[in-house]
């Protein structure tokens, strides 16, 4: 049942649902978006997430969906598809506007939420290259998820195009930033680190549990620290990654601490 989704409050066949040709979203991707995990007919980090959403909103000026509002219409669409296992996207535009640049001055805000049951392949491991693209950390923008997607959908593409499976985006300050849908950690002696948002790192819910926790740090590290780099990972809200190499530099794979941060991740 994963032709369902749910549109302004009401869960409709996707081939009925509509989105107005005048939509913000669609013509200038004034709005932002959400990928949440779906484990045993439940979403485990709702919450987070949708905290990082209202933050989105705040930034780019326009109310945040109530999260009660939120809740349920997750909760109604988990029953009416009855998906056990697999992720939902949250996407939430300004709304409907006139032509130009200026958003109407009260926004009715668009929501539309998406399931998909999981990838039938996922890669043991990935191999990465340093895109050309690059994340600027100091912007309010880079912390929030963006339907302006492009730079990440370009590196995919050039990733793939030269044989690897990823591209790894710098920050303005040189130093690597993240991959081009999933913060990144790597592994140095026997700890963790991850980018710094300063180096325009996405502020993940993953990223940030692992910080609560203590089983990762933030520090920048630069394509020329590679070279003491002996593991990495790609994390996000759905999974887990380990890197094969980056560049010249190849990796390590590390069971051993894959699957702590695996059960950490995922065993909720």
């Not at 109530?66 to 997750?74: I, Y």
């Not at 006139?98 to 998406?114: D, K, M």
């Not at 180096?199 to 089983?215: F, H, M, W």
Request: aromatic share 4%; hydrophobic share 45%; charged share 20%.
């Amino acid at each position: 049942m994963n032709d369902l989704v749910w549109l302004d409050g009401r869960i409709l066949d996707t081939r009925n649902a509509r989105i107005a040709p005048t939509d913000r979203g669609f013509l200038l991707s004034d709005g932002l978006f959400e990928t949440i995990r779906i484990s045993n007919c439940k979403t485990p980090h709702l919450t987070r997430h949708l905290k990082r959403l209202a933050e989105g909103c705040a930034v780019l000026g326009f109310p945040a969906p109530a999260p009660a509002l939120l809740h349920k219409a997750v909760a109604d669409l988990l029953e009416a598809t009855a998906l056990v296992d697999g992720s939902l996207r949250l996407t939430v535009t300004r709304g409907t506007g006139p032509r130009g640049v200026l958003p109407p001055h009260v926004p009715h805000p668009t929501i539309l939420i998406q399931v998909a049951a999981p990838p039938p392949n996922i890669p043991s491991a990935v191999s990465l290259g340093i895109g050309r693209y690059q994340r600027d950390g100091a912007s309010p923008l880079s912390r929030v998820k963006s339907l302006a997607f492009l730079p990440s959908i370009l590196s995919r593409m050039e990733a793939v195009a030269a044989g690897l499976d990823d591209a790894l985006l710098l920050g303005t300050t040189g130093a690597i930033a993240e991959a081009s849908a999933a913060n990144i950690l790597f592994l140095n002696e026997d700890s963790l680190y991850t980018p710094p948002l300063h180096d325009g790192a996405l502020p993940g819910t993953s990223r940030a549990r692992l910080l609560e926790k203590g089983l990762c740090h933030e520090r920048s590290i630069s394509p020329e620290d590679l070279r003491a780099i002996t593991g990495a990972w790609l994390v996000n809200a759905l999974s887990l990654t380990p890197v094969s190499g980056i560049d010249i530099h190849e990796m390590s794979l590390h069971p051993e601490k894959d699957h702590l941060l695996r059960m950490f991740l995922f065993s909720d």
